[in-house]
Every structure is written in C-alpha cells, then in structure tokens.
C-alpha cells in the first residue's frame, strides 16, 4: 500500500495522542466501526509503540506513527509493524531510512524549500503543518500553484466545521485530525462516522 492509496482511505486521518495502551484497541475499533480505518499514533507519549502494536490486531485498521523526528523512532515504528510514517518536518537524515525501508511516509512541510527538498528526495505526498498557523488554505493554494504534481494532508486547527473546505481543495486528498478522538467508544464511533463522510 502506498501513500497515496492510505491518503484515499477516508477524508479524515485521525490524530492520535494514546497515554494508556489499554485504550488503544476500544478506540481503535470505535473510528474503525465508524468509517476511518487509517490511524496516526503520535510518537509522544511512551506507550506510542504498545498502542501501534494494540491497534494492529483491529481488523481493517491500517495503523501508523505520527511525530516521528528522528531515525531511532523510525526503527522502533518499523519493528512495531506501523504501516506508514508520519514526520511534522522533512529532513533527509529522517527521510532516508524510511524511503530505504520501503515504508509509506508522509513528510511535513510549511513552505516552498520543503516542497522542494522531498521533490529532491522523490516524494510528492506532504502533510501541510501546522495549516492553520502556516497560513491556513490561503497559504496551501499559493504553495500548490508551482507544484502541481504534489498532494497534501493539512493538519493543524482543522476542525470539523473547516474540513469541508480544505477538502474541496483538490490537492487535498485528506485532512489531519484530532476532534474524532475524545469521548466513549459510542461517541467516537459517532464522530467517526460523521467525518467518513465529510467532503469538499
């Protein structure tokens, strides 16, 4: 599966800040139930590589690692089976051994010398962060002019109510989340549910 193809899964990614790995299967299952099977676990908490590893035995989940920032975390990520790697910058020290290891990654970046660092390296799938603080879709529709080949996930003050909008921006393929996360499994589910069928 390539960046793409997970960035296809569902108009929302859900951003995932896991304390307890205890919760991670019940959440899991709630934004899968609900219509979005690919989960970003953020590398900032300690449980991060439990929770990948407890989400991964949810079926139609495709889980991966967010905030990775450097390459002792993307061989931890890779030995816990996340299936794509998620950075908030793009540098190649961090680039290189994912793109080596064949993992989908999804680099951030915030202007035109990132763009033109991951073209450098092959990539042409970004995450744009922070989006709402880096300009907002202002700022994405200036950068996306001179890369037309390129494809992103805004993350960063994306809220439901402003999704919609960064969705009908067709470089958009989707958009980073946390709103989803919070709740019981009922209302997560909920959540979930309504942002699968969000679009632009």
Known sequence: MNIETIMRTSPVIPVLVVEDAAEARPLAEALVKG???????????PAALDVIREMKKVDGAIVGAGTVVNTGQVRDVIDAGGEFIVSPGLTETVARPILDAGVPFLPGIANAGDIMRGLDLGLQHFKFFPAEASGGLKALKALAA??????????GGISEATAPEWLAFDPVLCVGGSWVAGGSPDEVEAKARAASKLAG
């Open 35 to 45: 219509g979005l099977k690919v989960l970003e676990v953020t590398m900032r908490t």
């Open 146 to 155: 001179p890369f037309y080949q390129c494809k992103f996930c805004p993350t």
